[in-house]
């Protein structure tokens, strides 16, 4: 059996993120998901080594570079558009699961059955919620980012997301991260040293 399975994943590249939004740097979800696994990892990291955690951080740098595959069937769906009423959004999340399970008819059964979990992982699980937590960080880090540069464009995105990670602070590898990691982001590279 031919598949297309990895022809797809790498059209990640493709597919771009903040579409409605004026960018100074475009980003795309294969960048976008690179950075999600490297902070999902560290988050990880930070809860072994600092609270006593018990996480696999390979496992879920894997789960945070598979969080948004199904994009490259259905593209990215700006934020205000996806989160607008919760019919849409459940509505978007149907569209996307079809979408996964797409992709996942793309390869032998043998090898749909060890990404299935990757592409659906469990969600209710402390794993998926720190993905779920370096994907709000990105977004955050993509705002910083771009205010450094000049660009208001998301200063709006950027107290939304904010407000968001209020939430997910509460959890000690994310506030940890946030208060030892994230002013950097904002600084030059001679500044970073």
Sequence with gaps: MKSNFYAYLS???????????????????????????????????????????????????????????????????????????????????????????????FLPDDLSAQYQPLLFPDESSYEYRLVKAADKLSAYIKCLEEGTAGNREFDQAKKSIEEALKDYKKLPEVAWFMDHCLDAFSMTLDELG
């Design 11 to 105: 059209r990640m590249k493709l597919i771009k993120r903040w579409s409605l939004m004026r960018n100074i740097r475009e980003e795309n979800i294969a960048e976008h998901s690179h950075q999600v696994a490297i902070i999902a990892h560290a988050l990880a990291l930070i809860s072994n080594t600092y609270f006593q955690g018990r996480l696999d951080p390979e496992r879920i740098a894997l789960l945070a570079v598979y969080h948004d595959v199904g994009e490259v069937v259905i593209g990215d769906l700006p934020t205000p558009v996806k989160y607008y009423n919760p019919e849409i959004k459940f509505s978007y999340g149907e569209i996307e699961n079809i979408a996964k399970k797409k992709l996942l008819s």
